[in-house]
């Protein structure tokens, strides 16, 4: 299943930050304004919770949130591949065994 988002908005050359700092200067109409972009990044973590494999990045505290939060929504680990590097209960033991 695939949720169709609106994202042109998004598509700039200026990061996002400063496009909102401009926005609430009122130099710009372009709906980037702070709690838009919170709820769009909320509305992220939410359908991210709901997937039954993950495919994130662990220095994100979003992925990190989402990875949580599908723990609790679900009971239990969802099945993930870490793009950084790896991760799961099994490589924490290996970890230890050395210490």
Known sequence: VTANMERARFAAQTSIELRV?????GGRDDGLSGSTV?????????VLADCD???????SAVSR??????????G???PV??????WGA?????????Q
């Open 53 to 59: 494999f993950l495919v994130l990045i662990f220095r």
């Open 38 to 46: 919170a709820l769009d990044a909320l509305a992220d973590i939410d």
């Open 76 to 78: 239990q680990f969802r």
């Open 65 to 74: 949130l989402a990875y949580a939060l599908s723990l609790a929504r679900h």
């Open 81 to 86: 591949i870490s793009m950084q590097h790896p």
């Open 21 to 25: 700092a401009e926005h609430a200067r």
């Open 90 to 98: 099994v490589v924490h033991r290996r970890g230890r065994k050395g």
